[in-house]
Nanobody, 124 residues
Framework: QVQLVESGGGLVQAGGSLRLSCAAS????????MGWFRQAPGKEREFVAV????????YYADSVKGRFTISRDNAKNTVYLQMNSLKPEDTAVYYCAAASYYYETATLSVYDYWGQGTQVTVSS
């Protein structure tokens, strides 16, 4: 079992930055690929980024490529999402998730564990 808790969300102006954190419980964190997803009001949950268990591989949605960076610190059982040049369309609840394997795919079903989410609001 892996429990995930996101933090770092908030209100920011367009063009600003935020860094989200996802703290994981359990000694097996370093064996999981970790992903970030988001869900805007009235929309389906969508893939944002994923990082392999070692951190050596990453994959991003086209909508965030070049603006967001995913990273992890296995010693701290934490995965991060650095978000720069934020846009109003980035407004959503952001979720982290853990998968047993690293997939470069937007498919939600490959993820085994999910956090409760943190709200990010970008004002224009």
């Amino acid at each position: 079992q892996v429990q995930l808790v996101e933090s770092g969300g908030g209100l920011v102006q367009a063009g600003g930055s935020l860094r989200l954190s996802c703290a994981a419980s359990g000694r097996t964190f370093s064996t999981y690929a970790m992903g970030w997803f988001r869900q805007a009001p009235g929309k389906e949950r969508e893939f944002v980024a994923v990082i392999s268990w070692s951190g050596s591989s990453t994959y991003y949605a086209d909508s965030v490529k070049g603006r967001f960076t995913i990273s992890r610190d296995n010693a701290k059982n934490t995965v991060y999402l650095q978000m720069n040049s934020l846009k109003p369309e980035d407004t959503a609840v952001y979720y982290c998730a853990a998968a047993s394997y690293y997939y470069e795919t937007a498919t939600l079903s490959v993820y085994d564990y999910w956090g409760q989410g943190t709200q990010v609001t970008v004002s224009s």
